[in-house]
């Protein structure tokens, strides 16, 4: 609707001054029909969005323990327990 009021005003100023401003206007006006149809081909502002509505699943808090079990400070023990750092054999084994 715009593009049509700015057309007519074009014309009306062409033929007042003889500059060919419908040919000026008709780039950008080309450029802002472009987009705005890509615009609405990627986005599809013009679909229903039904599929979000049918798959939406409403969140729920999270339950569960989790028990704390030990604290260790600073340097109360110098190592962590079931230590395996040296034994490499242990630690690492073939593929069968």
């Known amino acids: ?28 006006a080309g450029a802002v029909a472009v987009y705005w149809t890509l615009f609405r081909y990627y986005r599809n502002t013009d679909k229903s969005h039904s599929f979000e509505r049918e798959t939406l699943i409403e ?17 109360e023990r110098r190592e962590v327990r079931g230590n395996n750092v040296s034994e490499h054999r242990q630690r690492v084994q073939r593929l069968p």
């Open 1 to 28: 609707m715009n593009a049509a009021l700015l057309a007519a005003y074009a014309v009306e100023v062409h033929a007042e001054s003889g500059t060919p401003w419908v040919l000026l206007l008709a780039g950008p």
């Open 59 to 75: 969140a729920m808090p999270v339950t569960g323990q989790d028990p704390k079990i030990d604290t260790v400070r600073g340097t």
